[in-house]
Nanobody
């Protein structure tokens, strides 16, 4: 089992920045590919970004490209989502997810690929 705990959410004005963290325990972090997803009220959960087990490959939703950066620190068992130039439409509950991955350089976009999920952290962007 893997336990995931997100932190770093909050209220920020449009144009501001936040850094979300997701701390993992229960499994060798270097064996996990990680992803960030979000869900706004009344909407389905959507992909934000993901990073490979090795940390050398990343992928982003179009809405996140150029503004968000995902990184993975295998020494701290933590994955980060740096969010810049935030917009009101970024308001959502953000969750991290982990996948036992055999492939060092593969990242995953779909929710069904992931084995473990955190509880989420709320991000609210005011206009």
């Amino acid at each position: 089992q893997v336990q995931l705990v997100e932190s770093g959410g909050g209220l920020v004005q449009a144009g501001g920045s936040l850094r979300l963290s997701c701390a993992a325990s229960g499994r060798a972090f270097s064996s996990l590919a990680m992803g960030w997803f979000r869900q706004a009220p009344g909407k389905e959960r959507e992909f934000v970004g993901a990073i490979s087990r090795s940390g050398d490959n990343t992928g982003y939703a179009d809405s996140a490209k150029g503004r968000f950066t995902i990184s993975k620190d295998n020494t701290k068992n933590t994955v980060y989502l740096q969010m810049n130039r935030l917009k009101p439409e970024d308001t959502a509950d953000y969750s991290c997810a982990a996948k036992d991955s055999l492939y060092g350089s593969r990242w995953y976009r779909v929710t069904a690929a992931y084995d473990y999920w955190g509880q989420g952290t709320q991000v609210t962007v005011s206009s």
